[in-house]
């Protein structure tokens, strides 16, 4: 499904995104289930579209001036307008705009804006048959719907305009839904949006599943003015915007109080609206492009102008499963992620430098974008950026390139931002704007543009041809991607890699975030002290991740002096994380002083769910806030409203299960896991459930069934493994949880609990060198560790 500027949303590796994790946080399943870890089980998504939408014409962690919010400058709060106003003064901007993605990211289907063949052409999927006709000036499809039957359905909107378009179906409730079948505009054929995934009615990725509904998933990045306005009570959405296409508002924000500017030029600071996009602060315009040019989570319905990205979306960290190790793109996740990390961002270049903002078209052809710095002279041109460390050098040139002018290779973007195809057939390009490297991408496994281009014994070639271009004594400081390497595959100095680069005062934000992420791997007290640092980092994308990394290694009471300054943050993410994490200390009125700033911090926590009313993880969210709160009346309908929001949200139905077990209900439990499991006998989540079900109800042999099945369904699960092997352990079958903790190191060498587990194993049963060997391993990792002492 196609987001703000045609850019479809959320794919895996190339156009095939995985059932759930696109969509997801990653569930973490303990001996029971483990919290949810993090603000929302749906972080880190873009994506489809509402039905009839009538369109109408001191703070503890200090922020830098850098990264302060515009402070909102009109006198009275401004309302949306019709945008046929905006052409008559702005007749330049109006026509670049026209005609652009911006302007045609969604409109209404007619014969005039649906581009596909809808004369009676029959498409075959993999699983499916879906049928295009036209019943006169309608347009249909005939196709399976949620039940798996053959029905006819309109066409309602339509998604993008090339290279491909994409059309959302009404299905009643105010629901659109988004058709996983698409027009290639370039090729003039009908495509599968997921090929060879087999998807049919059943298949989470199938175009009637919640993870397909456009309300929530695309339409605010295809609209101006949008909110999904969803009513929990009656399960339907009465979604509403301005105008569909992305306006002049959309990124200016609502225009009344300009409109009384223009005809009385009052007292109002930027013309009267409530940010300057040309503010010399680049964050303000780059934020606003963030809010759909990023992987992100929504925070509630729709955004406030003037406010920070991160009080509206939780944007997505450099994970392994988004991004590659060097931070180049991977899944699907838009420029800002990969934009953050680059030298450009440094130096305060900004998206409307390169690109016209109105028409979405670069601002110069081919290599003169880049020629604006990179030039000759070695100073730039464009206002506002810093220019130190250019070089005066003839970049436009095959001295440059070592490519032949006006051949591949030859043009900056080919080198320097590689790109991958996302949707099927829509290329996307990598905004880090990274300088290739073969022998490093051949050593860290990453994407390279020369061995992209020169593959097999080219690519050797290739690669032995830049060692002598580039050789140099000169010791380099350890770079980020070759740490992350360490890190994530629990080499010899890992710990000490992290700490370095934590340690560097001049770490992109984003990369600081994600290194966060990774330090509860390596527990020490110069880890906690890191992460207790960054608590007062000046951007809010830190202090998110120094809650989360400070809540892993200590306990809530130990915690709550490090987090409650953090509950009067000035942005809303970073204050609900630090509400939610102290949770424990809060209910106990542990906090004291700062009691207030939880109420009000937890209660922004539970607005954020109740206003994602409409996702099964939101109603997972509060189930599990109520439980721990003391609401346990409302827990066991939120979980059943979690499954009748998506029936295939697995975690809500093991908390489910869960829920009733301890409630004295295990047969109830039983029959709701037991029927779940007949239908979907290979869902590893389901069978470790039901393997950990059986060892609480004393079945032990029972259970290992279960559980060796979920270890063999998701072998990279840590936590399955993991709990297999203790459990044959305690059935007394130590040889057998040996190999299970054996075979899961050599997936996961920094699995800690898994490392502790063997040498523990070992030295039981008398294999004191196998035991030494893994212990020094550990020491060699993180000699830190507490454990270790």
């Not at 993090?38 to 503890?60: D, E, Q």
């Not at 505009?185 to 989470?204: A, D, S």
């Not at 040139?397 to 195809?421: A, I, L, N, Y």
Request: hydrophobic content about 40%; glycine content about 8%.
């Amino acid at each position: 499904m196609p987001t703000p500027n045609n850019k479809a949303p959320k794919p895996d590796p190339v156009s095939s995104p995985s059932p759930i994790s696109r969509y997801l946080f990653p569930v973490a399943i303990g001996v029971l289930l483990a919290a949810v870890v993090g603000i929302g089980w749906f972080l880190f998504s873009p994506a489809p579209a509402p039905l009839k939408s009538a369109p109408i014409s001191t703070p503890a962690a200090p922020v830098t001036a850098a990264a302060k919010p515009p402070a909102p400058v009109a006198n009275t709060p401004a309302t949306m307008v019709d945008e046929q106003t905006c052409q008559g003064c702005h007749t330049e901007q109006v026509k670049d705009w026209q005609g652009s993605h911006h302007q045609l990211a969604m409109q209404a289907a007619n014969a005039q804006t649906l581009l596909g063949d809808f004369n009676n052409v029959t498409f075959k999927a993999e699983n499916e048959t879906t049928r295009f006709s036209r019943k006169g000036d309608e347009f249909w499809v005939n196709t399976p719907g949620i039940d798996g039957k053959q029905a006819d359905f309109k066409v309602a909107y339509t998604f993008g305009i090339a290279p491909l378009q994409q059309y959302l179906i009404e299905v009643g409730d105010g629901r659109l839904q988004a058709l996983g079948v698409a027009w290639d505009t370039e090729k003039q054929r009908w495509f599968h949006l997921y090929p060879g995934q087999g998807v049919n009615f059943k298949n989470p990725l199938h175009w009637s599943k919640p993870s397909q509904n456009a309300n929530f998933m695309c339409v605010e990045c295809h609209t101006t003015g949008f909110k999904r306005n969803f009513d929990a009570a009656s399960n339907t959405f009465a979604s509403h915007w301005s105008s569909l296409g992305v306006g002049c508002q959309a990124c200016h924000g609502p225009a009344s109080n300009h409109l009384e500017w223009t005809a009385k030029k009052p007292e109002l600071s930027h013309a009267g609206f409530a940010v300057d996009l040309k503010d010399n602060n680049a964050t303000v315009e780059i934020e606003t492009c963030a809010r759909c040019h990023a992987r992100r989570a929504p925070l509630g319905d729709g955004y406030t102008v003037g406010k920070r990205l991160m009080d509206d979306y939780l944007p997505s960290t450099l994970t392994r499963e988004l991004y590659a190790l060097d931070g180049k793109i991977k899944d699907e996740v838009f420029e800002h992620g990969s934009f953050l990390q680059s030298k450009m961002f440094d130096k305060g270049v900004r998206c409307s430098n390169c690109h016209n903002p109105h028409s979405g078209e670069l601002k110069a052809p081919g290599n003169a974008v880049c020629l604006q710095c990179h030039n000759t002279a070695g100073k730039t041109t464009v206002a506002g950026v810093d220019g130190s460390g250019l070089q005066a050098k003839n970049y436009d040139s095959s001295e440059h390139t070592r490519h032949t002018m006006g051949q591949p290779g030859s043009q900056c973007v080919d080198c320097h931002m590689p790109g991958k195809f996302y949707m099927g057939n829509d290329f996307r390009h990598d905004h880090s704007f990274s300088i290739p490297n073969p022998p490093r991408a051949q050593k860290l496994g990453t994407p390279d543009a020369c061995l992209t281009c020169h593959q097999g014994k080219a690519g050797d070639r290739v690669t032995a041809q830049f060692k002598l271009w580039n050789a140099s004594s000169a010791p380099q400081a350890a770079r980020y991607d070759e740490s992350l390497w360490q890190i994530r595959n629990g080499q010899p100095g890992a710990a000490d890699a992290l700490h370095e680069q934590l340690q560097r005062g001049h770490l992109p934000a984003i990369q600081r975030a994600t290194l966060l992420a990774e330090l509860p791997l390596y527990p020490s007290e110069q880890s906690l002290r890191l992460a207790t640092a960054d608590l007062h980092h000046a951007e809010p994308q830190v202090r998110e991740s120094a809650v989360r990394a400070i809540s892993a290694f200590l306990p809530p009471a130990e915690r709550a002096p490090l987090l409650t300054p953090l509950l009067a943050d000035p942005v809303r993410a970073v204050r609900i994380v630090a509400a939610r994490d102290l949770l424990g200390v809060a209910r106990n009125n542990g906090l004291g002083a700062a009691q207030a700033s939880w109420d009000a911090a937890i209660a922004e926590y539970e607005a954020v769910q109740n206003s994602l009313a409409e996702r099964a993880e939101a109603n997972l969210n509060l189930a599990m806030l109520y439980q721990a709160n003391g609401r346990a009346s409302e827990v066991e309908g939120l979980l059943r409203t979690a499954l009748k929001r998506d029936p295939d949200f697995y975690p809500a139905l093991v908390t489910l299960v869960q829920w009733l077990e301890a409630n004295g209900r295990g047969a109830q439990a039983q029959q709701l896991l037991d029927d779940s499991l007949r239908q979907h006998p290979d869902v590893a989540l389901l069978q470790h459930t039901r393997g950990l079900s059986l060892i609480r109800a004393g079945k032990t042999a029972e259970a290992m069934s279960a559980l060796h099945k979920a270890a063999q369904l998701e072998p990279q699960n840590g936590q399955y493994g993991y709990v297999l092997a203790v459990a044959l352990h305690d059935s007394g079958k130590v040889a057998e949880a040996c190999a299970e903790l054996e075979r899961l190191l050599k997936v996961q060498p920094a699995n800690r609990n898994a490392r502790l587990s063997l040498i523990q194993y070992y030295l039981e049963n008398g294999q004191e060198p196998k035991a030494q060997v893994l212990l020094q391993a550990w020491k060699k990792m993180n000699r830190g560790d507490p454990a270790l002492k």
